[in-house]
């Protein structure tokens, strides 16, 4: 009996998994129905808009996975199904993805010093690679673009004095608080961790190492990465690719970190990616950092940064606008290419109607 049993749970455990729907190679769709729904997600996300002043939402592109299909699928300006777009600051999730599989391979631990990789880290010897992750290195960094452009750590990394060197330029920032105990977002916490992913992997396998342990296995083909003069990816900011190469990162982590039969993000990195860091010092209401991902959910039990979504929404968030929304509970991937200038759009309302569209669906 015992023998049936197990072999019945086998045969159910591979029901399930061939039920899935991947992308092989290209994406299955299966559009919404017109609904009163549909038109709604529509007017919002892409609403007439003052092109010369650049006030009010702009979306270039906007597409929804459910269940591993292609729902919902819409471009516009010069954004088409095949235009590599900036990411922006989503290139911090990716960068957070491609480290993930480093950590599969045993390469490092997380309470690594960044020291033990990046030797200009040594004269912060206690800040550890999770640290980064958490955007808690404690350095005394600005992330300002508009207010103090003059003052700003990031403006100058990416435009003018630490442009060549950007890992060397965070480096030689002074100290604000000790590591691993209170949130400062920083960009240039994530470039240094792309400068410590070279002493990671080796010279030799670093520039290609985004591709052969994360694009690749993913089936992306559009991913380009710029790099600084020293050759270091700049892991804040500058990765570009299709919205539909995008979703297969989103579908990586909605299942978990497994593509097809292959975990090849360990649990236990997803785990970490999607735990709120628990900072010693108040964080914005609209900021719930977990492990280089955006949560739904605190370490301090405040309210979720957007209400009219699941618990366990999560998103990697990028400058004006660009977005890549993962909720599990709902086995929904949106991503949302945009050029947002004036503050008008909002995450929530996005994800309410794009939850009510597919709802109205009926769903799978």
């Not at 129905?33 to 529509?42: F, I, N, Y």
């Not at 989503?90 to 309470?111: C, Q, T």
């Not at 957007?306 to 618990?311: G, L, Q």
């Amino acid at each position: 009996m015992t023998r049936l049993l197990f072999t019945f749970a086998l045969f159910l455990i591979s029901c399930s998994a061939a039920a899935e729907t991947w992308p092989a190679p290209e994406w299955s769709e299966r559009p919404l129905s017109e609904s009163a729904a549909v038109a709604a997600l529509d007017a919002y996300a892409f609403p007439p808009r003052d092109e010369v002043e650049r006030k009010g939402v702009r979306t270039d592109a906007l597409l929804i996975i459910h269940d591993g299909e292609v729902v919902y699928e819409r471009y516009g300006g010069v954004t088409r199904a095949d235009t590599p777009h900036l990411t922006w600051s989503i290139s911090k999730s990716i960068l957070a993805s491609v480290l993930g599989v480093a950590f599969a391979e045993g390469r490092f631990k997380l309470e690594d010093p960044v020291a033990n990789f990046y030797p200009p880290f040594s004269v912060h010897p206690d800040i550890k690679l999770q640290d980064l992750l958490h955007w808690a290195s404690g350095l005394d960094w600005q992330e300002d673009y508009k207010y103090a452009p003059l003052n700003s750590s990031v403006v100058a990394m990416l435009y003018t004095r630490g442009r060549g060197d950007m890992a060397r330029y965070t480096a030689e920032h002074g100290v604000a608080s000790a590591p691993g105990t209170s949130y400062r977002y920083s960009s240039g916490d994530s470039t240094v961790l792309a400068a410590a992913l070279k002493g990671v992997v080796g010279d030799s396998a670093y520039g290609d190492y985004p591709w052969t342990a994360l694009f690749e296995p993913l089936g992306i083909s559009s991913a380009t990465w710029e790099r600084d003069t020293t050759g270091t990816f700049v892991g804040s900011s500058y990765a570009y690719m299709t919205a539909r190469d995008l979703a297969r990162i989103g579908l990586l982590m909605e299942r978990g970190g497994r593509w097809q039969d292959r975990q090849l993000l360990p649990r236990a990195w997803v785990d970490f990616n999607l735990t709120p860091f628990k900072s010693l010092t108040p964080t914005p209401p609209d900021e719930a950092p977990g492990g280089h991902w955006w949560l739904n959910k605190t370490a301090d039990g405040k309210p979720e940064p957007w209400p009219d979504a699941p618990a366990d929404t999560f998103a990697a968030l990028g400058h004006w606008g660009q977005a890549l929304y993962v909720i599990p509970s709902e086995k929904l991937v949106i991503v949302r290419y945009a050029d947002d200038r004036d503050g008008s759009y909002d995450h929530n309302q996005l994800l309410k109607l794009a939850l009510s569209a597919v709802a109205g669906e009926g769903g799978k």
